[in-house]
């Protein structure tokens, strides 16, 4: 029968050769509960016969018992160790970065189209003497309908149909609506500053509108206003003749032709002939040939009275265009739909 002390060292071997195959700690753990666990490791199994030995065997096998125990543990906690670099060497190569490689592509947010054209209309404006004001996008019925003409059951409102609401003051309920365009700003500047007036104001429309390619039930306007003594008809053309070349080049027509707004007498509208089939007629254009981009007119001389200047000394012209039916034209866009359905396939092309 083989000794204790033999035992031991078959033991230890075994042990050692073992621990140099573990390559988890889940590993380590199941190797030091098979030869160190106290209830059936190897090593306490072994030196329950220990009593059973002549006394004077019992010292040498102790000390050897002991030997081993610090052998296991040494080796445990060495190969321990080895485990967690190795991974730890793991973890770093997989979070190494290549310093080498290009960065990633930052995408620029830059300015919707409708802004940029809104600027460069702007710009146009400003170099003629004119100013960009601002205002309201939630009128009152007044501005945006009475002061302009418009009073209550005008056929005019049916056109320009909006969304409402009720405003409760101290006055009581004033109904108050989204804007249908910018004229309400001729009223308001008018009542504000004494000619000469030249002014432009961009701002948001809101119409209950059954949406196609050249109507968007929310879109932008320009409006424009210049009053003064002696400003003729003939002043209308050639500031918006001047502002059309400007925009579109000498080379696109232009076509006035009459039109009513009940604010402005005569009345025109200005169109600019088709960019898609170069006035053949299309869907784009409906077929006309031609593309309404704004409307315009002699300001009415019962508006100017309202506001308190004689129309008798102060004549005027006013208009407001369609900054989206504009980019359209330049940028040969065939549907109005495209600028607000914020697809970045098409806004990133401008
Ligand atoms: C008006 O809104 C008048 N206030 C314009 C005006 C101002 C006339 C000053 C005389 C003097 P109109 O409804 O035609 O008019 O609209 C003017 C322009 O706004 C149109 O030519 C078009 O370019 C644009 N527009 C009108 N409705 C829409 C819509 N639903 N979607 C996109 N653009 C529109």
Not at 153 to 162: C, G, L
Not at 224 to 231: C, E, P, S, T
Not at 296 to 312: E, W
Request: glycine share 8%; with cysteine.
């Amino acid at each position: 029968m083989t000794s204790i002390k033999e035992q031991l060292i078959s033991l230890e071997k075994h042990a050692m050769s073992d621990l140099k195959q573990i390559e988890t700690e889940q590993g380590l753990d199941e190797w030091r509960i098979n030869y160190q666990g106290r209830r059936n490791g190897q090593l306490p199994k072994l030196l329950e016969e220990l009593p059973k030995l002549p006394i004077e065997d019992r010292r040498e096998v102790g000390i050897a018992a002991n030997k081993l125990r610090d052998t296991l543990e040494i080796g445990y906690n060495e190969r321990l160790q080895e485990i967690k670099n190795s991974e730890l060497q793991e973890k770093l190569l997989e979070e190494t970065i290549d310093v080498s490689l290009p960065g990633r592509k930052q995408t620029l947010g830059k300015l919707h189209p409708t802004t940029q054209t809104i600027r460069e209309i702007s710009s146009i404006f400003v170099n003629l003497g004119y100013q960009i004001v601002d205002g309201p996008e939630v009128e009152s019925d007044y501005y945006n309908f009475e002061a302009l003409n418009i009073p209550p059951d005008h056929p005019a409102r049916d056109q320009w149909d909006t969304l409402w609401l009720d405003y409760n003051n101290e006055e009581g309920i004033r109904p108050l609506l989204l804007r249908t365009h910018t004229s309400p700003m001729q009223i308001r500047t008018m009542e504000n500053q004494e000619p000469p007036i030249r002014v432009i104001v961009p701002g948001r429309c809101y119409r209950h509108e059954a949406t196609d390619t050249t109507h968007e039930s929310m879109f932008f306007q320009i409006e424009g206003l210049a009053v003064d003594k002696g400003i003729t008809f003939a002043d209308l053309k050639g500031t918006l003749y001047t502002f059309a070349r400007k925009l579109f080049g000498a080379e696109r027509k232009i076509r006035f032709r009459c039109d009513f707004f009940p604010f402005v007498e005569p009345g025109v509208d200005m169109s600019i002939d088709c960019f898609s089939c170069d006035g053949i007629g299309c869907r784009v254009c409906s077929n006309t040939g031609w593309i309404e981009i704004m409307g315009a007119g002699m300001v009415h001389p019962d508006v100017l009275k309202r506001v308190g200047y004689d129309p008798d000394v102060y004549t005027g012209f006013a208009f407001g265009m369609g900054p989206e039916r504009i980019s359209m034209l330049k940028h040969g866009i065939d549907d109005i739909r495209h600028f607000y359905t914020n697809d970045l396939r098409f806004l990133e092309q401008f």
